[in-house]
């Protein structure tokens, strides 16, 4: 028995602000004060805040730590660990009241989610079965190979009403259904985790905070459609995911959850973990299963269905990581406690990455139906610096935004659908007024036309003249008729491509162009952009009011475009001006240099 | 996604060749494997020159220009060395929104070289990236393993001095 438990986030956020030296530190200094025996160093999978990162929480006491250094570890074993007197000024702020400790669930960031995709992460040490058995782990494999027919298991999948997690909303029940009912000599089982919107990493918090609730999953997936191999596809930029991962399905196999004759029931099955080499298409499942067989990953047309034709030309089950950490909760919980959750047509939770201009970036779970301005303004703790809210991007590449007039949304499928947006697999990206959205649609383009794979015209070709309009309307030389050209292109791209990526890469063009149409015409028409980021259209300017004559700004020009005498008026040449912005951070005592 | 191709000489050991027949040898009855044993040449010989490949084309009796077709396809083959140290600047949207696109200029400014290039003395190369995962951070960048988050455009002299030796 230990006295205390220090559980240190492990997640790639917190990883890359330095978690592994405190842990060792950590380790080092409990055998140095002969604490070894009484104190458990675990680490976890993510806690969702990773803003305050690295994050440790000390339980029985429950305290949460944030902004941990190697510095601070000797004062939380000396003062902590061995005095048992909280180091209060490492605790996160949230839980602070005048004299006593709030609890994490009821701080702002925690006390709207609902963790079921998550319920583990941050929890358990992911690199131990024990742990994972502990809480009700393999529970629900038991439960369907030992007393449920598979027929039985896909009926409570049809019954909680889950859909689809990685984007598309489909019922996730009927997928397996459609695999089941198809006659094969093999089948299959693949779970997507190539998780390739930029700013989303919901599916990497997941493999690398509860890896064993996916190969649970999958196996009870391969029982329920009649599949006896499973393939994971995962990005190879996400080493720590694919380690833990290895582990999960080493050990399963050691304990016979995994592998010949599971539980005695006469079921087989067996995992195999297949990289991504980077390619955003991967994520569309015929081009994930055809980079699988070992070739580029391009699309195939649909029909026929993976359900008949899909891996290595066999019936398969594609599903991605949220959607499988989902089932096992089902199974146990049964289908009416899932769709007591969420709204009429999307059942259960969704967890979304909430990320840029935004106080707690990090990994929210939160029952569908939440409004985007819980999320942003409660959970997310609002826009730092004195910014305003402009809009939230949901779906990356593929989904559009949510302006700020919408923002008492209730997000779910339909509704997202219904304002041109998408749900997507979970990206929420929060824009604030210092973002230009002609800008963020330039973006998702370049993006797109660099991972299209080429296969089909209106993809290869439309997205890349669409990227060119753009560029002409950020760069100030568009005219008005432009901005209709662009429109009946994208509608064009949308409807022609052969796949997903096409078939929604102009979603983010549309949805701006709907929402901020404003803005587009101040590119086009006055040549300027409101949020000053389109370096063609801006001007650095001095004021004459302000300027003290320091020569700072002159002396940072690396183009020499500013004229002035020490303790005269400084002035920009405009046309010898490259927008580099050095003056402007010289001047940043006196503030006399601004963008117009 | 167009890819710069190496003009340097191939400079393989008798060493890597062992390692990367040693992996063929494993892999040459699944030609679904070829994707892996790609991954695992470039983690051998830090890039896929085109001796490589055929040497992979060869050992798999796959086709080379379906060696070729996949290293083109795939952002993490690359036809180029990378630097001593490679500068991986995410543009990913959450680290874009918070003003990446200032960090890469300032880091090719500084290094005198574009994304997918290589100084001439080796020692430094710059990618733009696309999401590292570690956007609560954003804006990121990585030098080799090092990660450097909540970036500004001041910090990034300092830290590329860093490894100047």
């Not at chain 1, 061995?82 to 994490?104: A, H, Q």
């Not at chain 1, 489909?170 to 000599?185: Q, R, S, V």
């Not at chain 2, 990913?92 to 574009?114: F, H, P, R, S």
């Not at chain 2, 080799?144 to 860093?162: A, C, E, P, S, W």
Request: hydrophobic share 35%; glycine share 10%; aromatic share 6%.
């Amino acid at each position: 028995m230990y006295r205390s438990h220090v559980l240190v986030c492990g997640g790639t956020g917190c990883t890359s602000s330095n978690s592994e030296e405190i842990i060792t530190t950590l380790e080092e200094q409990l055998v140095e004060k002969g604490l070894a025996d009484e104190i458990k160093v675990i680490r976890t999978g993510c806690f969702g805040l990773c803003a305050i990162g690295p994050i440790m929480i000390v339980y029985p006491e429950g305290s949460f730590y944030s902004e941990v250094k190697v510095d601070d570890i000797p004062e939380i074993v000396e003062e902590h660990l061995l005095k048992g007197r909280i180091v209060k000024r490492l605790l996160y702020d949230e839980t602070v009241e005048t004299d006593t400790i709030k609890s994490l669930n009821e701080t702002a960031f925690y006390k709207k989610q609902k963790r079921v995709a998550l319920r583990n992460c941050g929890v358990i040490n992911p690199e131990s079965i024990e742990e994972y058995i502990a809480l009700d782990g393999y529970q629900a494999l038991a439960k369907c190979l030992t007393g449920l027919k598979p027929a039985e298991v896909i009926q409570i999948v049809k019954d909680s009403g889950l859909r689809g997690r990685g984007g598309g909303g489909f019922p996730t029940g009927l997928k397996w259904e459609f695999t089941a009912k198809t006659e094969a000599d093999q089948k299959y089982v693949v779970c997507n985790a190539d998780e390739g919107d930029p700013g989303a990493f919901m599916d990497r918090s997941v493999l690398e905070g509860d890896p064993h609730c996916i190969v649970e999953s999958m196996t009870i997936c391969g029982y329920a459609v009649g599949a006896t191999e499973g393939y994971v596809y995962v990005r190879a930029e996400y080493p720590i995911a694919v380690n833990r991962l290895e582990v999960a399905i080493k050990q399963a196999k050691e304990q016979g959850l995994l592998g010949k004759n599971i539980f005695g029931s006469g079921f087989d099955f067996d995992l195999h973990i297949r990289l991504g080499a980077g390619a955003f298409v991967c994520g569309e499942e015929t081009a994930l299963m055809t980079s699988i067989e070992g070739n580029r990953g391009e699309p195939r047309p649909r029909p026929p269905y993976p359900a008949v034709k899909g891996l290595f030309g066999k019936p398969t089950t594609e599903n991605n990581v949220e959607t499988f950490a989902n089932i096992p909760q089902i199974i146990l919980h049964g289908a009416e406690s899932f769709a007591a959750m969420g709204t009429e047509k999307s059942k259960g939770t969704k967890v979304f990455a909430l990320g840029g201009n935004i106080k707690n970036t990090g990994l929210v779970e939160i029952p569908m139906g939440t409004t985007l301005r819980e999320i942003v303004e409660e959970i997310g703790g609002g826009i730092p610096n004195g910014h305003k809210f402009k809009a939230a991007q949901t779906g990356g590449p593929s989904g559009g935004c949510i302006p700020n007039h919408l923002i008492d949304t209730p997000i779910d499928y339909d509704n997202l659908t219904a304002i041109g947006c998408m749900m997507g697999s979970g990206g929420l990206i929060v824009m604030d007024d210092t973002n230009c959205m002609v800008d963020i649609a330039r973006f998702f383009l370049d993006f797109t036309v660099d991972e299209s794979c080429g296969k089909c015209a209106p993809c290869r070709i439309g997205t890349k003249r669409m990227l060119e309009m753009l560029d002409k309307i950020t760069h100030g030389t568009a005219e008005l008729e432009d901005l209709e050209k662009l429109e009946e292109l994208a509608l064009y791209v949308k409807e022609n491509s052969l796949c997903g990526l096409g078939q929604t890469a102009p979603n983010p063009v549309l949805s701006t162009m709907k929402f901020f149409k404003d803005e587009y015409i101040a590119h086009v028409v006055d040549k300027k952009c409101p949020a000053g980021v389109c370096k063609a259209l801006l001007n650095y300017y001095i004021d004459p009011k302000k300027c003290i004559g320091c020569t700072l700004c002159a002396r940072a020009c690396p183009v020499d475009a500013i004229a002035g005498v020490p303790k005269g008026l400084h002035v920009i040449d405009t046309k010898k001006c490259i927008k580099c912005g050095a003056c402007m951070d010289a001047c940043k005592k006196v503030k006399a240099v601004s963008k117009v | 996604m167009k890819k710069k191709i190496s003009t340097i000489p191939f400079a393989g050991t008798a060493e890597q060749e062992v390692c990367l027949q040693k992996i063929i040898a494993e892999s040459k009855d699944d030609p679904s494997m070829i994707i892996h044993v790609m991954q695992q040449a470039q983690l051998i010989y830090g890039y896929l020159p085109f001796e490589v490949q055929v040497m992979i084309a060869d050992g798999m009796d796959i086709p080379l220009e379906k060696i070729y077709g996949i290293s083109t396809f795939y952002t993490q083959f690359a036809l180029s060395p990378k630097g001593k140290y490679s500068v991986s600047v995410c543009l990913g949207t959450a680290c874009y929104v918070k003003g990446a696109q200032d960090i890469l200029d300032k880091v090719t400014e500084k290094l005198g070289i574009g994304p997918d290039e290589c100084t001439a003395d080796g020692r430094f190369s710059i990618d733009a990236c696309r999401c590292i995962g570690a956007c609560g951070l954003a804006p990121v960048m990585m030098i080799n393993d090092d990660v450097y988050g909540k970036l500004t455009v001041d910090q990034i002299d300092g830290i590329l001095d860093k490894y100047l030796d």
